[in-house]
């Protein structure tokens, strides 16, 4: 069972820290989110609660801005660019064999939290299309076929 006062001790310090600041939601989202990994529902209401605000905003802050997670990604993130150039190229049928094979809709982490799936615009790679990246890897050219030998080198 979580000790869920210890749980939030750090996320109660930094709630108050920026509780009276004007526009301290932000820093106290962002710090959370550097605390904890991501904005579980279960860190948004004490975000809430403790900046005396309503769960709806703290989710809208959270679902509006990319840089927030609602769920912690895994120790390897695989972003595919869906940019015109890669999809074009197949960038499609690359992101579906590694949905398959991870066993996981896009933007979801594996149940072992080793990889989290994520699609993503231009990688600023258009020449090498289709694009993936692997934490901060780049592969380029990639085919549905080579998706498995790419993860294997990740694999823990």
Do not use: W
């Not at 579906?96 to 991870?102: G, I, N, Q, S, V």
């Amino acid at each position: 069972m979580c000790d869920c006062q210890n749980a939030y001790a750090e996320l109660d310090a930094i709630i108050l820290r920026h509780k009276d600041e004007p526009g301290g939601l932000m820093p106290v989202m962002q710090e959370a989110q550097n605390a904890y990994g991501a904005l579980t529902m279960d860190i948004q209401q004490r975000i809430a609660d403790g900046m005396g605000t309503t769960l709806s905003e703290v989710y809208g802050v959270a679902t509006f801005y990319a840089q927030f997670a609602l769920e912690k990604k895994g120790k390897h993130v695989i972003s595919v660019c869906m940019g015109t150039a890669c999809y074009v190229k197949g960038a499609q049928a690359v992101l579906d064999k590694l949905a398959e094979y991870l066993e996981i809709p896009v933007g979801s982490t594996t149940s072992d939290g080793q990889f989290t799936l994520q699609a993503t615009r231009c990688l600023g790679a258009c020449g090498l299309a289709p694009v993936m990246t692997v934490n901060d890897e780049v592969f380029g050219r990639v085919t549905p076929d080579q998706v498995a030998g790419i993860l294997d080198k990740f694999q823990d």
